[in-house]
Each structure stands twice: as C-alpha cells, then as structure tokens.
C-alpha cells in the first residue's frame, strides 16, 4: 500500500491473485483515521472493475482473471465522492469533487464555520437528510437534490451575505414562483420577495464571522406558490447569526452603523392607516411602492432623499379595496418586499 503524494489521504494498492477470484478484509479500513467513515474503493487499472463504498472491516471480493493484477484506491467518501453507507462529518473546510449519494437513512454533517465546496451533485436518497451547520457552496456545476421538501433548504453564502439554496418542488401542481419569508428570533415571519429560480441571496443582512459584535439570528423558510397564488407547505427552517449593531466614530462623537432594513407594517392587517418603519445604510434617494396581488402598481408612496437611520411612513388606506398589497422599498441595490393585507 501507498499513499497519494498530492492527496495523502488516498491510498493506492495492488491485487495480484493467480486464482479467479480475490476475497479479504481490505486493507486500511479497520485503521483508518476517525475523521473518515466512507471509503469509495474503486479500481483505477483497469477501470470499471469495481467502484463501491466500504466502512469499517468490510471485506469485499473482486474478480481478476488468473495472473493478472489491479491498482485500486481508497479514498474518502466526503472528498472524492460516491456513497455514503453511514453518517459521516464533514469537520473542516475542504471540496467534494465527484457526485455524492446518500441514502440508508444516513446524515451528512457539516459542523459550524466549515464550507464544503461542492464541483458535481450531492443526491440526497430515501430519508437521508443534510445537517448543515456550516455552509454548502456550490461551484459553476455543483447542485444538491432532495426530493423531500420538508429538508430542502440549505445554508450557503456569497460576500458575507445568507445565499439560501433549494431543491425544486415536485408535489406542487401549478408550480409558479416560491416565496422566501425571514423572521429575527421569535418575531413574526416577513415575506422577503419572491423568485421563480431555486436560490435566494439576502444582501441586507451581513453573517456573523468570528470577532465581530454578536447580533441576533435571522430564520429563514421558503414557501412553493402556485399558479392561483396558493401557498404550499414551506421547507425546513435555516438560522444564521448575524453582525449586531457596531458603533464607528466620527471625531469625538460616536455614532451607529445602521443596515438596509424594511419592518413588517402595524398594524397588519389593518383599516384604513397602518405604519411602515425602515432603516437605511447611508443617505440616498429611497422609492417605496404599493402593489396589489397581481402584482400591479397602485401608488408611489414616497420618491425622497432621505438620511441614514431609522424612518416611518404612514399609508392611508381609505380609496383602497379590501385584499393582499406587497410595500416595496427601493434603496440603491438593495430591495425589500413585505406582505400586507387590507380588511375594511
């Protein structure tokens, strides 16, 4: 047995049998490290002679003709890809580069602060499910299928910035959109926007990385829509510690940083009046709109220049009908929708 110059986690050895068939316990299985419980055993000459998972103390058998030989490989399961027979961990950061299988009810663990780049597909099987407490990043071809709903979200990020990604719905009929809703710690969910794609990245809120001032945690679920606008039940429930609130100084005087921000309007519903609070990042020009359920313009209601810092506008409701309304808040790239419904 030797191990991969490049990638010492790999071993490499050679079967010579003079019989037909060769059957043992493989070698480096009952003794490889605690951080590896899938191993793809896979012939690299000649290719296609075998490719399977093994766990601790497997023996398997293979078959050569009399006299010949073959160079096979063990390499971990996380990395290399394959199958995972059991629940393994991915404890540091590191790339998975071939397509991935989990199945058997098995769990695949990312701990916390880890990425698992992913190049190919992960296929999450039967009741196998991902526990994602780091993040999953996905490259230009990398995806991750689950085909149950109830676990299809799951936790990346883009530029300091929660990248919610998810499997595509496939017990909704009409399937039109999805809608991504937020909530900070126990408060009320908030409809953040809608998408017909399968991610979402929310750039108003900044993750928390070790060193910063602890904030709060910002829950997020997503919900399929159909072509009448119906709802159907939401996946999992994702969290992300977010920054709290920093304090800069401008000369002798200290002052609060604040982030691009857009409150659920009270009282929801309401008749006629109801306010609507935000906050703003720096000084701009800020756009807030009302649209109806078909997701037409009704009004502009405020085109300003406005500070930094916390804000409310009132919007009066009295030439308005009894339904749904979206508020959308406009404030350089950033954007924000928020939910209100009208009862007269």
């Not at 296609?48 to 006299?67: K, P, R, S, V």
């Not at 809703?181 to 809608?194: C, D, E, H, V």
Request: net charge positive.
């Amino acid at each position: 047995m030797f191990s991969d110059s490049l990638y010492p986690e790999c071993k490499h050895f050679f079967a010579v049998k003079s019989e037909n068939r060769f059957s043992a316990k493989c070698p480096y299985t009952d003794k490889k490290p605690d951080n590896i419980r899938n191993l793809r055993y896979l012939s690299i000459d000649p290719p296609g002679l075998i490719d399977t998972t093994l766990i601790a103390n497997d023996t398997i058998t293979i078959n050569l003709n009399a006299g010949e030989g073959a160079l096979l490989a063990l390499k971990p399961a996380l990395l290399w890809g394959g199958s995972l027979r059991t629940s393994d961990t991915v404890k540091v950061s590191c790339e998975l580069s071939d397509n991935l299988a989990v199945s058997g009810g098995s769990k695949l663990v990312i701990k916390s602060e880890v990425n698992y780049s992913v190049k190919d597909t992960i296929e999450f099987k039967d009741s196998s499910m991902l526990i994602c407490n780091g993040y999953i990043i996905l490259d230009s071809n990398g995806a991750v299928v689950q085909n149950n709903w109830s676990n299809a979200l799951i936790r990346s990020k883009n530029g300091g910035h929660p990248l919610l990604i998810w499997s595509r719905n496939t017990t909704m009929s009409g399937l039109s959109n999805y809608r991504v809703y937020r909530k900070n710690g126990n408060s009320n969910w908030q409809l953040l926007g809608s998408t017909v794609n399968c991610q979402y990245l929310d750039t108003a809120i900044t993750i928390l990385v070790p060193g910063q001032q602890s904030g709060s945690e910002e829950y997020y679920k997503v919900v399929p829509v159909n072509q009448r606008g119906v709802e159907g039940s939401s996946t999992n429930e994702i969290m992300y510690e977010i920054v709290g609130d920093l304090i800069e100084k401008k000369g002798n005087v200290a002052g609060k940083v604040y982030q691009f921000r857009l409150d659920q309007n009270y009282p929801n519903p309401f008749n006629p009046v109801t306010k609507i609070n935000f906050e703003l990042p720096s000084e701009g020009r800020v756009v807030v709109e009302l649209f109806d359920i078909m997701g037409k313009r009704v009004e502009e209601i405020l085109n300003s220049e406005m500070s930094s810092g916390p804000h409310s506008i009132v919007l009066n409701g009295t030439t308005l009908s009894t339904g749904v309304y979206f508020v959308k808040l406009k404030f350089g790239k950033y954007t924000s929708i928020k939910k209100m419904i009208l009862l007269k």
